[in-house]
């Protein structure tokens, strides 16, 4: 148990109705949660003249900032490696990640440099049946392609939106996964996705748990909720009880 509730953590676009870092981390302590991975919403990766402040707001707090993401790669290695530059001053070691598919190859190369020269690594985010990345099949051809830095952050809703159970790509990608957004959907008729809390839609949060479990994961697990913007704690408090009821 004790392990993946250690890695557990929460992804800043929750809480993107509050801007202000500070609220964030009282939000973030109110969920008894020490670790976040924070997105563009929270900190431009582009501004180096705002790390320090911000990662010092999150440290002063107690909160890791465990990853950052998603963030888009378009073989602008000026920009990404600003990117890396956060990562690696924050301390963390993955950044989920977005890439542009007319420029793909120059973009793994880019990638794969920046993650080799800062001991950092990517992990794809499948955004769901829409996506070019939000399929088995693609994503096999990238791993088949790129290095190991380069792994998958399994989002679970977005999975789902496949009509993909993501406890068959837990086990298809067990060497490749790198991180988890813990995230449920229920699905309309015209299959229109709707956040709700984890647990409480279509994830079986037991299965995923043993399949974790069995293959022996140690990486971040990152509760998303994008619904209620204005006021996300209490369903993401409830989501965190249903996932830890399973560990």
Not at 52 to 65: A, C, M, P, T
Request: glycine share 6%; net charge neutral.
């Amino acid at each position: 148990m004790s392990n993946f509730k250690d890695n557990l953590g929460v992804q800043s676009y929750c809480f993107r109705n509050f801007r202000d870092n500070r609220i964030v981390a009282k939000m973030v302590k109110e969920l008894r949660l020490n670790k976040i991975e924070l997105c563009g919403v929270h900190i431009d990766f582009l501004d180096q003249s705002k790390f320090k402040d911000v990662i010092s707001i999150y440290k002063n707090e107690g909160i890791e900032i465990y990853s950052v993401g998603v963030q888009y790669f378009s073989n602008n290695e000026n920009n990404e490696r600003k990117y890396f530059e956060f990562v690696k001053m924050c301390g963390a070691k993955i950044i989920s990640a977005d890439f542009d598919i007319n420029k793909i190859f120059d973009c793994f190369k880019t990638a794969e440099k920046l993650c080799d020269e800062y001991n950092i690594k990517i992990a794809i985010h499948n955004h769901g049946g829409w996506h070019w990345l939000g399929n088995i099949q693609t994503l096999e051809y990238v791993f088949k392609n790129t290095s190991e830095r380069i792994g998958l952050c399994l989002d679970t809703a977005w999975a789902l939106d496949s009509r993909i159970d993501p406890v068959k790509m837990i086990e298809t990608f067990s060497n490749r996964l790198y991180s988890l957004h813990l995230k449920d959907f229920i699905f309309e008729r015209d299959r229109k996705p709707t956040d709700i809390v984890f647990g409480e839609g279509n994830i079986c949060i037991k299965k995923i748990v043993e399949k974790l479990k069995n293959i022996k994961f140690q990486g971040p697990l990152i509760i998303e909720y994008e619904g209620e913007p204005e006021n996300p704690v209490p369903a993401i408090k409830k989501g965190i009880e249903n996932f830890l009821k399973e560990v």
